[in-house]
């Protein structure tokens, strides 16, 4: 069986600024990860973690040389650049250059082979200039990008396969959320081209973070998740376990585990999600 650790949107560095939907608590992410260090040692063998991204706030050398330090866990960890992590010309080079280890394969895309599934890691574009968040929010993939995906989707067709990106491909909906409209929603070329990727491949889940909220929702049998921040009250991530038969997910948070004081909101609880949104179980016999 192959078990990891899900979690997005750490923000290190944000300070009082940044986009939130809970309390955010960026500046004790050394605390929540020793948390998550000892929440690991209980609960059994863990193979990885996966980083949805906007792991650092703003890209800077000494910003991501600080955050790829603080994720030096027992276990490797691979990340997924998020807008957050991409603010300046040149931080595709300067991630590559400064954690190498986040990125097995090249940071453009790479693929993640375990013992039980095969992941793909495709981070979105945002605006005009790749690998460049100049506060534009057009999720799509550079057509390179698109091919090396569909090679690795090709190759590995006989394994159960996941896709991680940025951008969610699906809005939260309104029942939900209880707003009159979806939340964060993508441009309909976006989830186009991301679910048809996914309904032609038979990939079985699609992971995604940005919105800073769970979601999980089945479509066409595929399975497409978000998941909260992991710096947000009550800091949430997700377990998966995949092995020949099924996929499951399950939300946990580290609240209890913690010892500073913290705030939850009460009128924001549609980001931890309704109970189908924290977990679910696939059969991939099916």
């Not at 300067?94 to 394969?105: N, V």
């Not at 605006?127 to 690795?152: I, K, M, S, V, Y």
């Not at 998740?225 to 948070?253: A, I, R």
Request: charged share 15%.
């Amino acid at each position: 069986m192959t078990r990891f650790i899900y979690l997005s949107d750490t923000h290190w560095g944000a300070g009082e600024s940044g986009y939130h939907l809970q309390p955010k608590y960026d500046e004790r992410l050394p605390e929540l990860l020793e948390a998550l260090r000892s929440w690991m040692a209980q609960a059994g063998p863990i193979d990885f973690v996966l980083h949805g991204g906007d792991l650092i706030h703003a890209t800077s050398d000494a910003a991501i040389q600080a955050g790829a330090a603080l994720f030096d866990l027992p276990v490797p960890v691979y990340l997924c650049l998020g807008n957050h992590d991409l603010t300046a010309a040149g931080s595709l080079d300067q991630w590559e250059r400064l954690a190498p280890q986040l990125f097995p394969g090249g940071p453009a895309g790479y693929g993640i082979d375990a013992a039980d599934c095969a992941i793909h890691v495709i981070p979105n574009q945002h605006g005009e200039t790749p690998f460049l968040w100049d506060e534009t929010q057009d999720p799509h993939f550079l057509p390179e990008q698109t091919e090396a995906l569909e090679e690795r989707l090709a190759v590995r067709s006989n394994s159960t396969q996941l896709i991680l990106t940025h951008s969610p491909v699906y809005a939260i909906s309104p029942a939900q959320t209880g707003l009159s409209e979806p939340f964060h929603e993508p441009s309909a070329l976006f989830t186009e081209v991301m679910s048809t990727l996914a309904q032609t491949h038979g990939v079985a889940c699609v992971l995604g973070g940005h919105s800073h909220a769970n979601m999980s929702k089945s479509v066409h049998s595929t399975q497409y998740v978000t998941v909260s921040s992991f710096v947000e009250t009550p800091f949430e991530f997700k377990l998966f376990e995949v092995d020949g038969k099924t996929l499951s997910m399950q939300t946990h948070n580290l609240r209890e585990a913690i010892d500073f004081p913290t705030v939850y909101d009460w009128d924001s609880t549609f980001v931890q999600g309704r109970a189908a949104d924290r977990s679910f179980q696939k059969d991939l016999t099916q």
